[in-house]
């Protein structure tokens, strides 16, 4: 079983930096394929962003190529996402997520999900 939870949502201006932070237990970060996904009211849940599982490399949705960050800090089981140039689009409840078998390129392929963390920026 995999437990996740996310810190660091907030309200931020149009132009400006948030940093979400995943703590994951229960599994090591580097076993897990974990990403970002992010739900605007009245949208369905989008991929954002994810790191491999040996963490060689990041993908991300192009809405947010250039702008947002994926990482990961094995020490402290941690994943974060650097946000930043936000835009009023951005505004959502961001959700960690998580997957042992697979990846998670699609909220289909997530196991695990966090509880969520809204993001507000205002124009």
């Known amino acids: 079983q995999v437990q996740l939870a996310e810190s660091g949502g907030g309200l931020a201006q149009a132009g400006g930096s948030l940093r979400l932070s995943c703590a994951a237990s229960g599994r090591t970060v580097s076993s897990l394929s974990m990403g970002w996904f992010r739900q605007a009211p009245g949208k369905e849940r989008e991929f954002v962003a994810r790191i491999f599982r040996d963490g060689s490399s990041t993908y991300y949705s192009d809405s947010v190529k250039g702008r947002f960050t994926i990482s990961r800090d094995n020490a402290k089981n941690t994943v974060f996402l650097q946000m930043n140039s936000l835009k009023p689009e951005d505004a959502a409840v961001y959700y960690c997520?998580?997957?042992?078998?697979?990846?998670?390129?699609?909220?289909?392929?997530?196991?695990?999900w966090g509880q969520g963390t809204q993001v507000t920026v205002s124009s």
């Open positions: 997520a998580a997957s042992i078998s697979r990846v998670v390129s699609t909220a289909t392929q997530v196991e695990y």
